[in-house]
């Protein structure tokens, strides 16, 4: 171990007992700078005696809309459930006084309440009904926002 860098050394001091180590437990251990133990391992992986491991890691988080839909609830959850607070049917015009969102966020609702099966949209007489009889589980996508 002569021919080594003293930063070699201090690296390999600390990977003496043979378990897989990260970088970050691996700079608080030596005590040197992230550049330098990092240096020292592609020295050390060049010369054979360590071998270097990369993991790719994928973090995922929310989004400002997606903070507001933890926050308020989803835009279906709230369209169907304005809808059953109003004994289960309500003509479409009605729709956007119960929502503070713009039309489009309206119409983005209706699709997806729809597309779940929440809500059934009818043609009575010229206008446009909704109707929803039942409070709906949490889909998939709130328990996936939940969660994040």
Known sequence: M????HLERAVL???KDGRKISLS???AKTRLPEASVSRSLLWLSSKGY???E???R???SLGSE???FLKMGFPERILVESIIKYGGRLPLEKVTIFSTRDKGEVNIALGWARRKGWLQILQEGGRTILTASNKPDKGLD???VEAI
């Open 142 to 144: 709130e328990k996936l």
């Open 58 to 60: 994928t973090l995922i």
């Open 50 to 52: 360590v071998k270097i």
């Open 54 to 56: 990369d993991y790719k």
């Open 25 to 27: 437990e691996l700079v």
């Open 13 to 15: 001091s600390v990977l």
């Open 2 to 5: 002569s021919e080594l860098h």
């Open 66 to 68: 997606g903070k507001l």
